[in-house]
């Protein structure tokens, strides 16, 4: 397993910018899927999307297809999440996930968004 760790959360306005981040550690980083969720208050946990080893493929929710980007730096061991035109439905705790195989077995701890109309 690896060890994630998220930053980057903060409170903005509708409709602007920003990028969390995802520090990975431990052995073979570069061979870890890493995924994005998110989870508001009093919803389940939400796919948002993922990278896959070494950042040629990425997934998105229909949610945030067009508005979000993840993209990878293996060299800095750190996977990002741009999220850009925000809009308040998109408030919620974002976790970051790794995984080799089928189920994500690695969780980062959250980042708190807040996103104000």
């Known amino acids: 397993q690896v060890q994630l760790t998220e930053s980057g959360g903060a409170q903005v306005q509708t409709g602007e910018s920003l990028r969390l981040s995802c520090t990975v550690s431990g052995r073979a980083v570069s061979t870890y899927a890493v995924g994005w969720f998110r989870q508001a208050p009093g919803k389940e946990r939400e796919f948002v999307g993922q990278v896959n080893w070494n950042g040629d493929r990425t997934v998105y929710s229909d949610s945030v297809k067009g508005r979000f980007t993840i993209s990878r730096d293996n060299d800095k061991n750190t996977v990002f999440l741009q999220m850009d035109n925000l809009a308040p439905e998109d408030t919620a705790v974002y976790y970051c996930?790794?995984?080799?195989?089928?189920?994500?077995?690695?969780w980062g701890q959250g980042t708190q968004v807040t996103v104000s109309s």
């Open positions: 996930a790794g995984r080799r195989g089928v189920e994500y077995d690695s």
